[in-house]
Nanobody, 124 residues
């Protein structure tokens, strides 16, 4: 089991920045990838960014490339999402997710563990 707890969400104006954190506990050595997803009201949950632990490869949704950055601490128990140049369309609930069996970076069904989410609201 992997337990995930997000923090760092909040309200910010257009162009502002936020840094989300995801603290992982439990059997964290089993995780192959950590990711951030988001879900806006009435929309599907979508992948924002994924980091594969062994290769350290990162992947981003086109809509956030160049503005968001995913990283992890040295102990690999905390994953961060640095969000810059925020736009109103970035408004959503952001979820941290962990993958233990491998799969596509964008596929929410490939992630077995989820946090409860943290709200990000960007106002103009």
């Amino acid at each position: 089991q992997v337990h995930l707890v997000e923090s760092g969400g909040g309200s910010v104006q257009v162009g502002g920045s936020l840094r989300l954190s995801c603290a992982a506990s439990g059997y964290t050595s089993s995780t192959k990838a950590m990711a951030w997803f988001r879900q806006a009201p009435g929309k599907e949950r979508e992948a924002v960014a994924t980091l594969f632990r062994d290769s350290r490869n990162t992947y981003y949704a086109n809509s956030v490339t160049g503005r968001f950055s995913i990283s992890q601490d040295n102990a690999m128990n905390t994953v961060f999402l640095q969000m810059n140049s925020l736009k109103p369309e970035d408004t959503a609930m952001y979820y941290c997710a962990a993958q233990t069996r491998g799969g596509y970076w964008w596929d929410k069904d490939a992630f077995q563990y989820w946090g409860q989410g943290t709200q990000v609201t960007v106002s103009s």
